[in-house]
């Protein structure tokens, strides 16, 4: 498996299970339609490369804004997993309960598992267990086989 280093977001939301990724990497216009609200923002804002891209115009604008991902970068780390300070006062501001909950989850198997295998078990949680849909951090249901998950 390829890393793709774009998607390695320092908090330990990986991008590639995030739902702004993933209707912009599909153009999924009705997607995007239904997470609009949601982010307060029109369908057409909603794109994203990955948190770490190095195109800064394809970061969608509020993860190119992150105080976790601020600190990381002055810190020299990839990640919040390389920090002593883990859990810290980012953390525990974090506006987005779902998320705040994932981190406090990701950053700790991130630390003990590497990179690599780190990713792939993301990756590996977040498909369908009945049907092997790729889906996204937050679902509930497969948008596939409407099978209920819980996945964070």
């Not at 390829?2 to 990497?25: H, R």
């Amino acid at each position: 498996m390829t890393i793709q280093n774009e998607l390695l977001s320092p908090c330990g939301l990986y991008c590639g299970v995030c739902a702004i990724y993933i209707a912009d990497k599909e153009n999924n216009q009705k997607f995007k339609e239904k997470l609009a609200p949601v982010y307060a923002v029109k369908p057409e804002e909603l794109q994203c490369k990955g948190c770490m891209s190095q195109d800064e115009d394809s970061i969608f604008f509020y993860c190119k804004i992150c105080p976790i991902k601020t600190c990381a970068k002055e810190k020299g780390f990839e990640g919040c997993y390389q920090c002593d300070d883990f859990p810290c006062d980012h953390i525990d501001k974090f506006s987005i309960p779902v998320g705040k909950k994932v981190i406090l989850r990701a950053i700790p198997q991130w630390k003990e598992l590497g990179t690599q295998e780190w990713v792939k078990q993301e990756e590996e949680r977040y498909t369908c267990p009945k049907c092997g849909n790729k889906l996204f951090r937050g679902a509930k249901r497969c948008n596939q086989c409407k099978e209920s998950v819980d996945l964070d």
